[in-house]
């Protein structure tokens, strides 16, 4: 499934409607084109996950639709569901099957389950939520955004330094000997960054002068070349004034530079980076043709 979020605030969604994610007020059937979520409105930020979907709208409160967070229910087909008491969240992010919101004052909360041992809802002691209840991360304060893989978190403290939790099989958390941690820890060696993005089992840190560090997952998808390199941090090569990251899920990277410009590497299969030439990896940062932001 995937959700679209308008200027105006409005939902809209298209995909398979398993378990009621795409709050169109019924809960099976599939829908190839945009149409309007009937559950929500007023959005400011949006997240999706398999089978659920996360909405923060502008007075700061949080609601959801689709699956609860057990997985065996559609209670909240027909309307969204207002997630906790909380009137100051200012983003979410979802995993597979989780989510996790920001609050005014930096702390990070979550909602939904985990999808097997170690998965991003691991680092809530109980490893699911009941009902619409959120609970707080631990151990994590000082946070100004978030992002989320497959079944891993990053989230960026205002001094410049990056946490992670989760699922490390690609170690896509930062550092290796762990298969996941259910405890939030500092990236080793990652500072001064401005922004993160987060693939399936990848992450992506923005720093503030221009460069750009990846990890996890395979070299290509990394923008680090063609050598066999380990799977830990490591700047991007001749990349210097990037102003924007994105992942594309599980096949690769994007960085935005200052003249507008948009530049991409990993999986090039079914055309997700734009290159033009379907299966063509890019191992290194790679110009999409034809696109400028600027």
């Not at 930020?45 to 609601?63: E, M, P």
Request: aromatic letters at 8%; a neutral charge; proline letters at 2%.
């Amino acid at each position: 499934n995937a959700g679209l979020l308008t200027a105006d605030g409005e939902v809209r969604t298209s995909g398979s409607n398993y378990r009621g994610v795409l709050g169109l007020g019924y809960a099976e059937g599939r829908v190839e084109s945009w149409t309007r979520a009937v559950v929500i409105d007023g959005v400011r930020r949006l997240a999706s996950g398999d089978s659920a979907q996360v909405a923060v709208r502008r007075d700061g409160t949080a609601w959801r639709w689709g699956e609860n967070a057990g997985g065996g229910s559609l209670d909240a087909v027909r309307q969204a569901q207002r997630l906790g008491s909380f009137g100051d969240f200012v983003d979410v992010a979802m995993t597979r099957y989780a989510a996790f919101l920001l609050r005014g004052d930096g702390t990070v909360w979550f909602w939904g389950r985990e999808s097997g041992l170690g998965e991003s809802g691991g680092a809530v002691r109980s490893g699911m939520t009941s009902g619409d209840t959120v609970l707080q991360v631990p151990g994590v304060q000082g946070v100004v955004a978030l992002a989320t893989g497959n079944a891993h978190v990053l989230a960026l403290k205002g001094d410049g330094t990056v946490w992670s939790w989760g699922s490390n099989n690609y170690a896509q958390l930062g550092y290796q000997g762990v298969m996941y941690s259910a405890t939030a820890k500092a990236v080793p060696g990652v500072a001064n960054v401005i922004a993160v993005a987060a693939g399936g089992q990848h992450s992506i840190a923005l720093h503030a002068d221009g460069t750009v560090t990846t990890w996890g997952s395979v070299s290509d998808v990394r923008c680090q070349g063609t050598g066999q390199t380990p799977p830990l941090p490591a700047r991007v090569a001749g990349v210097n004034d990037a102003v924007e990251v994105a992942a594309a899920g599980y096949y690769g990277t994007f960085i935005v530079r200052r003249d507008g410009s948009v530049w991409a590497c990993g999986n090039n299969g079914a055309n997700v980076l734009g290159l033009g030439a379907k299966d063509v990896n890019a191992q290194v940062p790679t110009r999409v043709p034809d696109l400028n932001l600027d």
